[in-house]
């Protein structure tokens, strides 16, 4: 049994997590795989969001055909119109989509789930960014936002198929704050099956961005969408 010192503060509870349901979630690069299971996924679950693009017009169409009052705009104006920001563009537009929203961008939290990778003939390889991680160059790249790294290992196709009701995953989540990192960890928790895992500072980030590269090589040998369980938590 365990006994607490009454003297002593109580640690408070990792699994307590925050009310998000009045949060406004929005994803540039929305029109995309990962965007746009992700905005499908969350507003299934009851949440407002915006699919942002660099084309409003692909945005509207994007957003009409996941339904679930699903919102579109550009870039822009999805991240003025949101509390929380989603980066899924590919990396090769990251740092040019980061730059040109600062202002936007400033004040509000954002979510990058962007892995790093290269191809080749022997398949995926990690990048190794000048920052350290996509997430940091996100971080170097907007000083006023709040910036978190989540939903790196998740399958689009698991997430845009209408017929499974669950995804059993665990999401980790790094960041700097454990406030914002709790609110991504109930955002992550809006989908049913999936377990949001704070796993610390975005420091950290490299590796849980390149292990995609490893979640590829485990896909093409078993033809499955594997994700990750962290045990013994
Ligand atoms: N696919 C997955 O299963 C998965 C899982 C986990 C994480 N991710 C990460 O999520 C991100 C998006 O993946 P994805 O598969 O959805 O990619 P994607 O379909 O190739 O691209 C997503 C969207 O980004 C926009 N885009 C394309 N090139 C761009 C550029 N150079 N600059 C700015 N925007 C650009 C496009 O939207 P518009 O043309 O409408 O602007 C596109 O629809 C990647 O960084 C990936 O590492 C993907």
Not at 5 to 11: E, L, V
Request: hydrophobic residues 45%.
């Amino acid at each position: 049994m365990t006994t607490h010192d009454a003297t002593s503060p109580q640690r408070p509870d990792p699994w307590e997590l925050p009310d998000v349901s009045d949060l406004v979630i929005g994803v540039l690069g929305g029109t995309g795989d990962q965007g746009r299971g992700l905005a499908y996924r969350l507003a299934r679950a009851g949440q407002r969001v915006v699919v942002g693009s660099r084309a409003a017009d692909r945005a509207a169409a994007v957003a009409e055909e996941i339904g679930h009052g699903v919102e579109g705009a550009d870039n822009a104006e999805c991240a003025r119109r949101s509390d929380v920001v989603i980066v899924a563009v590919p990396w090769e537009g990251h740092a040019r989509t980061l730059s040109s929203l600062t202002a936007e961008l400033a004040g509000k939290l954002v979510v990058d789930c962007v892995n790093p990778l290269g191809f080749d003939k022997r398949g995926a390889y990690a990048i190794v960014p000048e920052e350290g991680s996509a997430a940091e160059q996100a971080q170097a790249l907007l000083p006023d936002s709040r910036v978190t790294a989540a939903f790196h290992h998740l399958s689009a196709v698991l997430l845009k198929d209408p017929e499974l009701e669950r995804i059993d995953t665990d999401v980790m989540v790094l960041g700097e704050s454990r406030e914002d990192c709790a609110t991504v960890q109930a955002i992550a928790q809006l989908i049913p099956g999936m377990r949001g895992v704070f796993a610390g500072r975005l420091r950290n980030a490299h590796q849980v961005e390149a292990l995609v590269a490893n979640l590829i090589s485990v896909n093409r040998r078993y033809r499955a969408h594997a994700g990750i369980r962290l045990t013994d938590i």
